[in-house]
């Protein structure tokens, strides 16, 4: 199977920066694309950032201009860079990754367990 593992969540004062990654392991043959995703109390989880394989990207517009994702194929990581930051953008982060694996041919979506950032004065 395929695992992700997020880091660097944690609490950050309004209009400061943290940095996201994860990290995919496993039966993996190609990555399609990755991204992340939050859910804040209250909401449905909604999509903030993705890149594809060939390097495009798409964000929410609501992090547009003040988030950044980027990729590393060679450890199948994804980062986001976070700047900015509102009280809005407080949630659990999701990891996702899209995922072809070695014993098929389907495509399937792999999350991660989530990482807490937290906006606050």
């Known amino acids: 199977q395929v695992h992700l593992v997020e880091s660097g969540g944690g609490l950050v004062q309004p209009g400061g920066s943290l940095r996201l990654s994860c990290a995919a392991s496993?039966?993996?043959?190609?990555?399609?694309?990755m991204g992340w995703y939050r859910q804040a109390p209250g909401k449905q989880r909604e999509l903030v950032a993705v890149?594809?394989?060939?390097?495009?990207?798409n964000y929410a517009d609501s992090v547009k201009g003040r988030f950044t994702i980027s990729k590393v194929n060679a450890k199948n990581t994804v980062t986001l860079q976070m700047n900015s930051l509102k009280f809005e953008d407080t949630a659990v982060y999701y990891c996702?990754?899209?995922?072809?694996?070695?014993?098929?041919?389907?495509?399937?979506?792999?999350w991660g367990p989530g990482t807490r950032v937290t906006v606050s004065s």
């Open positions: 996702k990754a899209v995922v072809i694996t070695t014993m098929s041919s389907y495509v399937a979506n792999y």
């Open positions: 496993g039966s993996i043959l190609s990555i399609n694309a």
């Open positions: 890149i594809t394989s060939g390097g495009s990207t």
